[in-house]
């Protein structure tokens, strides 16, 4: 995306979000942190961003107005396999979904999708739209096909769609659309991304997921993309998800 600076200055994070570096979410933890400096001094929250100023996170030169304003956009869905890490930090040592990639800009994660899961994962250099799909208040849909290591009943589907309380949380999930598609297999599609979120609503029933795979997010679907492998959002695709997204 492009940062207007006609219109004066812009805040750290919008800057950070918008040259790919990570999410506002993210650039806001790593201000309060300290990591942060501009023209050498350390960020707040406050800051902003003026042309002709340097970045720098940890030390290393993040990239100045130029490479803002001539960056192309992109968004970008993978097939992520079980193993691989959405979180760009280094705390986990596993390859990361940017690693996998290996994009020619960088690119970082719409959301998360937990190291034993797979399926489908976005990754973008546009804050913006990171920011509308990751807001809980928007009721984005996300589907997933899960299997269990019992037989599915009916009463674990009606109490699946209702809501389950999970302790550890503290919170009952909303209402959601379960269907059966085998004696171990079910599909569910979520409006909400609560930490291993379908993990615990399972073993809140007893069941143990045994496979996870995430096959759509809104109207962007896995299909037939191959594990470890990425492609380009369609125009068609990017369109319908704007509309989607400017209509909430």
């Known amino acids: 995306m492009q940062v207007d600076f006609e219109s004066g200055p812009v805040r750290i994070n919008k ?3 918008a040259v790919g570096y990570c999410s506002r979410r993210e650039a806001d933890r790593l201000i ?24 720098t996170v ?23 396999p079980v193993g691989i890490v959405c979180a760009t930090t280094e705390n986990d040592r596993a390859e990361t979904v940017v690693e996998l990639a290996q994009y020619p800009t960088r690119v970082y994660p719409i959301g998360r999708l937990d190291k034993d899961s797979e399926g489908l994962i976005l990754l973008t250099n546009q ?26 009943t009916e009463g674990f589907v009606a109490k ?9 949380l503290e919170v009952t999930t909303r209402p959601c659309k379960v269907e059966i598609k085998g004696k171990r297999v079910f599909s569910i599609t979520l409006t909400q991304g609560l930490n291993r979120q379908i993990r615990r609503m399972c073993k809140e ?16 679907r896995l299909g037939n993309l191959k594990s470890g492998t990425w492609r380009n959002v369609t125009p068609e695709e990017l369109k319908t998800l704007k509309e989607s997204l400017h209509a909430d």
């Open 205 to 220: 029933c007893g069941y143990h997921v045994t496979s996870l795979k995430r096959v759509r997010i809104m109207n962007i």
């Open 15 to 17: 800057f950070l979000s």
């Open 127 to 152: 804050g913006d739209i990171v920011n509308e799909i990751l807001k809980a208040s928007n009721l984005h849909e996300k589907e997933y096909l899960v299997e269990v290591d019992r037989i599915i």
């Open 58 to 80: 940890d030390g290393r030169t993040v990239g100045g107005v130029a490479k803002m304003q001539h960056m192309k956009p992109a968004l970008i869905a993978m097939n992520k």
């Open 160 to 168: 699946m769609r209702e809501g389950v309380f999970l302790p550890e």
């Open 32 to 55: 309060e942190g300290g990591r942060v400096r501009v023209n050498g001094t350390v960020a707040e929250l406050g800051t902003k961003v003026e042309v002709g100023q340097s970045v």
